[in-house]
């Protein structure tokens, strides 16, 4: 816990964010302007109601995914440490078993809305409610989810315009 609270001590109140689509992870998210966060991550998104632009500059809040939030920022904070651990699991493109095929981008990000927003848009992704179930209960028997060091931790976010709050990873 030393690390995240070095890690939340390190954030930049704010950033600048520019998202395009992954395949991998709903967005890859090159950041700007936000000392040790500078880079380029894959990241999700955390609101299924609200757009982005791509290839856009946004000046966003920053937060880590483990200290107290905004109240309103996202809807189910306190499964944050769930999604964090589905982070750290890698799922796209691995095998589900069962006859299901392979995780695909769609399942991990169905599965983070239906952990962290208050309601969830059901057609924008092509995602396996199947495999959604599976990441769900495996993410629920890992409750209290802290990474180690080598681990990704999710970073919250808000562009100050409004859009779309998302995670770099």
Known sequence: ??????LEAALPDTATMNVVYGSDSYFVTTITNGG????????WCLDSFHGI??????TANVFSSYE???EGLVGHPKNL???NWIVNQHFVGQSAGGGLGDYTMGDVQRAIWELIDYEVYDDFFDYNPARVAQILAAAASHEGF?????????????PIDGKQITIAQ
Do not use: F, H, M, W
Request: hydrophobic share 35%; proline share 5%; net charge negative.
């Open 1 to 6: 816990e030393a690390d995240l609270a070095e």
């Open 36 to 43: 040790v966060l500078d880079g380029t991550s894959e990241g």
């Open 53 to 58: 632009t791509r290839n856009k500059d946004y």
């Open 68 to 70: 107290s939030l905004p």
């Open 81 to 83: 440490d769930l999604v």
């Open 146 to 158: 802290t990474p180690s060091c080598g681990d990704l931790v999710a970073v919250i976010l808000q």
